[in-house]
Structures are given as structure tokens and as C-alpha cells.
């Protein structure tokens, strides 16, 4: 029996994650592998996400890969058709899209034990085989489904976040939007000058900051391209300031309590003062959580737009929508013309995603059925026991350091360490050792258990942060230089090699592909 796959890497997804990968394996001599996407192009979040003012929430200089600056970024917090022209620049200057397979969505992944390799299947009738597969499918994977009565009898226009429609003139209309998370904050001041009237329907408010968004001169920029040791100087603050912000404060807060406090107290006098007028409306934009339970925003023109007479915030819980409008539960209906729906994401550990995409792995291990009934762990954020051959740029407790791209970085880094120590052993499969795992998971967890989010009154957050288990698995509670070591010093023996059972050396090219990127069967 040959073990020999198709490809020796599959790469699931095809934004900056799978991007980041692929241009890992390519630095270290790995170039037999294949990245498969469900869509028509790359680019992931930023080519689905193309709502009116997408922006990036952190700022510009820290959002790019620590091999590739891009010093013409036009603002400090770059728009989204920026950062997608920054993920083409990334795959076309490393030639990774000669990997890609677009339309080729991977809608089951099961382990062959008898041959050491992973049974992708394409869509509805193709089959692709790898040796080993890296899950880069990122952080927030599918639209939450809407869990409003009625909604499909709506007989007005209905827009995602995730999928809006251009072609669609809002000018004039009224309109209701549902949710006010992090992309409804960019689009709500974005539309709101347009329309004869906005209903904003909040079940929790957020922490907003001010956002200090100047354009980035032209000699700024010549200057970034002539001197790039310095705009990695610059990146590497700007980095280091969001990790202090987003994890250091969190996984420290027990023992510097004041700076989260000091800053809601700063918000709630002062700022929030100085957007919102009316003291009523400003009541109910006041998150009573503390600051970090979810992760905050900013926008110096959110909070501002409540004050325009065309914009009225409901508090009152959605009972259903209307063929015409959304009622709430106090009896009153609004007439809409438009519902936008913001109400966010499913994580990338939310067991539904894998019920419609299984990963089965070994001895009967199923990923939907271990999310469901198993607290998360796992083996520095990037394996799971039971799953040879399998890792994740982003799993439980793997959120390392202020940007993606640090964590898209420290975690590929790990992943080729391995698959170039299975290939010098010549190992068919391995597997992190579920020791090594517990004893990871729990350091985690322990550190955790004195965060911020178990110590500042985050109980009415409803945030992404809390899986259904009450933890917090989102946040790897160590610094971003910590994760950077480990990546390059854990020691092999928290893995099991197990040799391989044919001498067949991996040389195929893969399946064919078709002119418009989709995969063929060869005969």
C-alpha cells in the first residue's frame, strides 16, 4: 500500500493566515503544498468584509508581517481595500497564488490511519489527500446565524456586514440595524448623513475610545520606503503598545487593576460627556462592564451620532421582524425599509462550524463533538491530541501578541518545525502528546484564572472572549516574546513520531486545475 498523497501540506483558507503559512513553508524549502479556498479570490476577512468605513481597528504600521512592510499606507488606521491590496501584495511578491485552489471549499477532513495522511473532500465530488493539514481558516469563521422570528418574512432589503451590496442606494431610506459590535461602530456614522432615519437596536453597549486617524504624509512614506529599518522600528512599538493594551493588562489586571479602572472612569466622565449630549442616551451607550470584557473600539464619530435628530437607539429586546419593520418587546413596531444585520461571528472554536464540516481524526475523535463537550485545550495554540498530522494557526489559548500577524507568524513557525522534523525522521504521523497538552492547557488556564476577565465585572460583557464552557480561551496569557521563543525551542518529545509504513517519497505535483481555479480530476 503507498502512503504517497497528493500534496504533503493542505492549507485550509486563504487569507492572511493561510497567506502567512504558505510563505513560511516556501522560506524553509516546503513547496509541495496546495491552499485550498472556498471563495472566488483570496484575501479572507477583507475580501468578504467590504461595508461602508471598514477600517482596521489597530493602527496600520502594526498590522503587516514582520518580512513584508508596506510603507505607503495611506492613514494611520488603513481601509479595508488597503489591507486587501496589502494580502495581494503578500501573495503575489511570494508567489503563493500558484498554490491556491479557489471554489474549493474542504467540507470534510477525515485521517486515513492505514495510509498516514488526511482525506480532504472538495465540495460535493472531488477528493484531495495530504499528509498534513494546517487549519488557517482564522478567527471569526462564518456569520452568526439570526436567531430573529421572522426575519425571513421581511419584505424590505436585508444586508450583511459580511456580504453587503453595493449596488444598493441606501439615500433616503429608513433604516434598522441590529447589533453594535465592531463593524457596526465603522458603518453606523458612515451611513447615518444618508438616510431619512437610522434605528440602532443595542443589546450590549461597548467601550469606544477615540480614534486618531491623520493621513500619513507622502515624505512619511518615501521616507518608511528609503529607510525601512526604521519603519520597523516602527512596527515593532506600535505592536508592543497594542500587546500591552489587548493581553498584558488583561492577563495582569489582578495586580494593576487601576489602568482598566482608571480608563472606564476616563470614558465614563469624559469622553462619553463630551460625544453624547443627551444624558439619557448616554446612559444607555455606557457599558456597566468593565473595560477589556470585550474587546473595545474606537471611533471619534460613533458615539457623536446618536446626537443627530435622523438616529434613535433602541435598548428594547427585538421580538421579531415584521414583513415592514421590527417590533420590540414593549409593543412598539418602527417602520424599516432596510435591515442590516451586524450581529457578528461565529468563533473558530463554535463546535457548529466543524457539524457542517467535520474533522475526524483518530480513534473516533470527532473536533464538533470535542468543542461541545470537552473544555478547550490545546498544545500552544496550534495542536490537539487525537488529530496527527493536523494543526491550527489559531486554536484554544492561541491568540499571541497584539496583531494577527504576529500570531500568524509565531504559529507557522511552529508548524514547519514540526513538519520538517517528521520528514528528517521520517515519520508517516505525529501527534502532540495529550501530557504535553494538559500540562500546557493547564499553565494557561491557571493564568487566566487571574485575568482581567475573571476579576473586572465582566459578567454582563456577552463577549466573544467567553466560550460556552465559561472560559476564556481566546487570549494566550503570555507575552508575545514568549510565544516567539517557545515557537523555536519546544522540545520534540511533547510529539509522537511514528514511522513511516512505506518508503514512498511524497513528488506529485496535485490534481490538476481548471482555468478558473477550481479543482479537476486526473484519470
Known amino acids: 500500500m503507498t502512503s504517497q498523497p497528493d500534496f504533503e501540506v493542505a492549507i485550509i483558507g486563504a487569507g492572511l493566515g493561510g497567506i502567512g503559512t504558505a510563505i513560511a513553508l516556501t522560506r524553509e524549502g516546503i513547496t509541495d503544498f496546495v491552499i485550498l479556498e472556498r471563495a472566488a479570490d483570496i484575501g479572507g476577512t477583507w475580501r468578504d468584509n467590504t461595508y461602508p468605513g471598514i477600517a482596521v481597528d489597530i493602527p496600520a504600521q502594526a498590522y503587516q508581517f514582520s518580512y513584508e512592510l508596506k510603507p505607503t499606507w495611506s492613514r494611520v488606521f488603513a481601509k479595508g481595500s488597503e489591507v486587501k491590496a496589502y494580502v495581494d501584495q503578500c501573495a503575489d511578491h511570494y508567489d503563493v497564488r500558484s498554490h491556491v485552489r479557489l471554489n474549493s471549499e474542504v467540507m470534510a477532513r477525515t485521517w486515513d490511519e492505514g495510509r498516514q495522511l488526511w482525506r480532504l473532500q472538495i465540495g460535493a465530488d472531488h477528493e484531495l489527500t495530504a499528509r498534513f493539514v494546517v487549519s488557517a481558516i482564522g478567527s471569526f469563521v462564518e456569520p452568526k446565524p439570526v436567531d430573529i422570528p421572522g426575519v425571513d418574512q421581511f419584505e424590505g432589503k436585508i444586508l450583511h456586514s459580511a456580504r453587503w451590496d453595493h449596488d444598493y442606494d441606501l439615500r433616503g431610506k429608513r433604516v434598522g440595524i441590529v447589533g453594535t459590535g465592531a463593524s457596526a461602530i465603522q458603518i453606523i456614522p458612515e451611513i447615518a448623513p444618508l438616510l431619512s432615519h437610522l434605528d440602532v437596536y443595542q443589546r450590549t453597549p461597548i467601550w469606544v475610545g477615540p480614534k486618531i486617524d491623520p493621513v500619513m504624509p507622502a515624505a512619511l512614506q518615501r521616507f518608511f520606503g528609503r529607510f525601512p529599518a526604521v519603519q520597523q522600528q516602527v512596527r515593532r512599538f506600535a505592536t508592543r503598545l497594542i500587546e500591552i493594551g489587548l493581553v498584558d493588562l488583561v492577563r495582569h489586571h489582578e495586580r494593576y487593576p487601576y489602568f482598566a479602572k482608571g480608563a472606564a472612569l476616563l470614558g465614563r466622565q469624559i469622553w462619553y460627556r463630551l460625544q453624547v449630549r443627551d444624558p439619557e442616551i448616554r446612559r444607555k451607550l455606557t457599558p456597566q462592564y468593565g473595560i477589556g470584557c470585550k474587546r473595545p473600539s474606537v471611533s471619534s464619530r460613533y458615539l457623536s451620532t446618536f446626537n443627530k435628530p435622523n438616529v434613535t437607539l433602541v435598548t428594547d429586546s427585538i421580538e421579531a421582524?415584521?414583513?415592514?419593520?421590527v417590533r420590540t418587546v414593549d409593543g412598539v413596531e418602527r417602520p424599516v425599509d432596510v435591515l442590516i444585520l451586524a450581529t457578528g461571528f461565529r468563533m473558530s472554536s463554535d463546535?457548529?462550524?466543524?457539524?457542517?464540516?467535520p474533522v475526524r481524526g483518530r480513534d473516533g475523535f470527532d473536533l464538533a463533538t470535542f468543542y461541545e463537550t470537552t473544555r478547550l485545550e490545546s498544545y500552544e495554540g496550534v495542536s490537539i491530541p487525537k488529530l496527527p498530522n493536523h494543526f491550527m494557526i489559531f486554536g484554544p489559548y492561541g491568540w499571541t501578541g497584539g496583531t494577527w500577524h504576529v500570531l500568524?507568524?509565531?504559529?507557522?513557525?511552529?508548524?514547519?518545525?514540526?513538519?520538517?522534523?517528521?520528514?528528517?525522521?521520517?515519520?508517516?504521523?505525529?501527534e502532540v502528546t495529550q501530557e504535553a497538552t494538559d500540562q500546557w492547557t493547564a499553565i494557561m488556564r491557571e493564568r487566566m484564572s487571574h485575568s482581567l476577565f475573571n476579576t473586572n465585572n465582566c459578567s454582563t460583557a456577552n463577549s466573544y472572549y467567553f466560550d460556552h464552557h465559561g472560559d476564556t480561551p481566546f487570549l494566550r496569557p503570555t507575552s508575545a516574546a514568549e510565544a516567539w521563543v517557545a515557537a523555536r525551542t519546544f522540545p520534540f518529545d511533547d510529539y509522537t513520531f511514528t514511522p513511516s509504513r512505506s518508503e514512498t517519497v511524497s513528488t506529485s505535483p496535485g490534481p490538476a486545475l481548471g482555468e478558473a481555479g477550481v479543482l479537476e480530476e486526473t484519470s
Open 321 to 325: 421582524v415584521t414583513p415592514t419593520g
Open 408 to 430: 500568524v507568524e509565531t504559529a507557522s513557525t511552529h508548524i514547519v518545525r514540526v513538519i520538517k522534523e517528521a520528514q528528517r525522521r521520517h515519520a508517516g504521523a505525529v
Open 351 to 357: 463546535p457548529e462550524n466543524y457539524r457542517r464540516t
